[in-house]
């Protein structure tokens, strides 16, 4: 029988953009006789709006953003906008799982997991507690340190700390610290408010402009390094991808730029040692295991020049489109995109049937 998956997608998010074009990219690698595809669009206002059934791949994005017609807006209209149920395929609104494609905030960190989860529905990738762990840059690497996964150093505080006492913490960075040292919004992504501080001045204007996007704030020393990936696919017996280098083409001051389309380069397989791939596979596995991860994660690492394998982050909802890293490092291990999206759909499937085993009484 054919699998009803409905994608969602959009979202009040910076990578709104990258999102429709990450669902287009799935409707292309979706199999139509396997599954029934149905379009839930998140705009930009945080609406949700459902589209037709899509009964063939999608070409342009523009199909994929729905007008005001088919605003459900949330929350008190939600039990009629999704299934309360898992699909059995009598109810026209029923879906079997769903592909949460929305990066950042709102979306990988754990709300709209929240959300599936009260709705009992089957969805792809990370639940509540890995998804909200993994958004908290500070939480993170705090599970991190009790994996034993060696990291940078690193000091946080909340804005309220540093508003009492900027010279205490000022004195403790210098003290725990090198520089140049980098500073960064607890609970962002795409290097949205990360800046680099090379002395006091610096780092207090860093520290300004990250307390703009969040109250958490973290200060890492910064490292000269290689930056390789790893991908991680699975649920309870999780499986490595090779590893991919991400090197910038020039030296970038800004982190945003440096991520724009053209301006990185991805070498995949990274040119490493046995021995430090061997030493990523194990460390990315146990960052997957630390934060209860369950479907994927992007293990991000640094490797230095004396093959020291430093964790930097993981991503709960990778860049998912057929040319970012996580589908191209499972491209390169004989994974391709569709059979990656397969794959995700089963794990999505098994995660969900294991749960309803689960006893919620005492009996
Ligand atoms: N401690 C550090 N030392 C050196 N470079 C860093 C450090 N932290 C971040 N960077 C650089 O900034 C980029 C973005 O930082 P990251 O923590 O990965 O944030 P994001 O969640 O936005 O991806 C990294 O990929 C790396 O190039
Ligand atoms: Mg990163």
Request: net charge negative.
């Amino acid at each position: 029988m054919k699998k009803r998956i409905g994608l969602l997608y959009g979202g009040k998010s910076a990578e709104h953009e990258v999102s429709l074009s990450t669902a287009r990219a799935v409707t292309q690698a979706l199999n139509f006789d396997d599954y029934d595809v149905f379009p839930i669009f998140i705009t930009q206002e945080g609406e949700w709006r459902k589209g037709a059934q899509l009964l063939a791949p999608v070409e342009a994005i523009d199909q994929l953003q729905f007008g005001k017609e088919n605003n459900q807006s949330l929350p008190n209209n939600i039990s009629s906008f999704l299934p309360s149920t898992q699909g059995t395929g009598e109810d026209d609104n029923s879906l079997d799982v769903i592909f949460p494609l929305l990066h950042g905030p709102n979306g990988e960190d754990g709300t709209v997991q929240g959300l599936l989860e009260v709705l009992n529905l089957p969805y792809i990738g990370n639940g509540v507690l890995a998804s909200s762990a993994g958004m908290d840059k500070v939480v993170m690497k705090q599970l991190f340190a009790i994996a034993g996964l060696k990291q940078v150093p690193f000091v946080h505080f909340i804005r309220n700390e540093w508003k009492k006492d900027q010279s205490y913490w000022l004195g403790k960075i210098e003290t725990e610290l090198a520089w140049p040292v980098f500073v960064k919004p607890a609970n962002l992504g795409s290097s949205v408010g990360i800046s680099q501080a090379a002395n006091r001045e610096e780092l207090i204007e860093a520290v300004d402009l990250a307390l703009k996007y969040d109250r958490k704030i973290i200060i890492e020393q910064g490292i000269k390094a290689r930056e390789i990936e790893m991908g991680v696919l699975g649920n309870d017996t999780p499986k490595c991808s090779v590893p991919g280098e991400i090197k910038p083409l020039k030296a970038f001051y800004d982190y945003q730029a440096k991520y724009k389309d053209g301006n990185t380069a991805m070498i995949i397989p990274a040119d490493v040692s046995q021995e430090v791939k061997a030493t990523l596979i194990d460390h990315a596995i146990k960052a997957f295991k630390v934060l209860d991860c369950s479907g994927l994660v992007r293990a991000d690492f640094f490797v230095t020049d004396d093959d020291e394998v430093v964790i930097n982050e993981v991503n709960t909802l990778p860049g998912f489109t057929p040319t970012s890293m996580f589908p191209l490092l499972w491209q390169h291990t004989g994974v391709n995109y569709s059979e990656l999206i397969d794959q995700l759909i089963e794990l999505a499937i098994e995660r969900h049937a294991e749960k309803q085993q689960l006893h919620y009484t005492m009996d």
